[in-house]
């Protein structure tokens, strides 16, 4: 496993284990920094905060993606920093088969996006995929 990935599965499993992670981080003096709370609180993201954080997630999504699995939840409220500064991929829904390592391309894309402007993207919105997007130009 990637040190950037969270074993999750089953999305009441996974939001209990990630709460449980975020409160023993919190408990030894460890305050982990979500993204979404950093937007909230701080608005557009410098930047080379920005290019970091994309980096960071593709870093960490292509291993993930090396093993056959996808995320499928990239979004501000799913990356977190670590005090050594090093980012985590919290909430997955690895276990949803329609998730494909595009979608979370395009995630990344919409992540950074988010972060240099402090506008969050409505989560609900469907986003064509690539392919759909490609056979348009064709």
């Known amino acids: 496993t990637h040190p950037s990935h969270r074993r999750t ?3 009441a499993r996974a939001g209990a284990l990630e709460q ?3 409160r023993l981080v919190s408990s030894r003096g460890l305050v982990p920094e979500v993204i979404a709370d950093q937007l909230t609180a701080r608005g557009p993201l410098p930047e080379a905060e920005c ?3 994309g980096a960071q997630a593709a ?3 292509s291993a993930m993606h090396a093993r056959g699995l ?3 939840n990239i979004r501000p409220s799913s990356i977190v920093f670590t005090p050594d500064g090093s980012l985590r991929l919290v909430d997955s829904n690895a276990a ?3 998730v ?3 979608d979370d391309i395009v995630s990344i894309a919409l992540l950074v996006v988010e972060c240099a402007t402090g ?3 409505d989560p609900s919105a469907r986003w064509p995929s690539p392919l759909q997007i490609g056979r348009a130009h064709v």
């Open 9 to 11: 599965s089953g999305s």
């Open 20 to 22: 449980s992670i975020l």
């Open 51 to 53: 290019r970091g954080i």
């Open 59 to 61: 870093h960490a999504l």
């Open 70 to 72: 996808a995320h499928g």
């Open 96 to 98: 949803t088969p329609a």
């Open 100 to 102: 494909t390592p595009s």
């Open 119 to 121: 506008v969050r993207i």
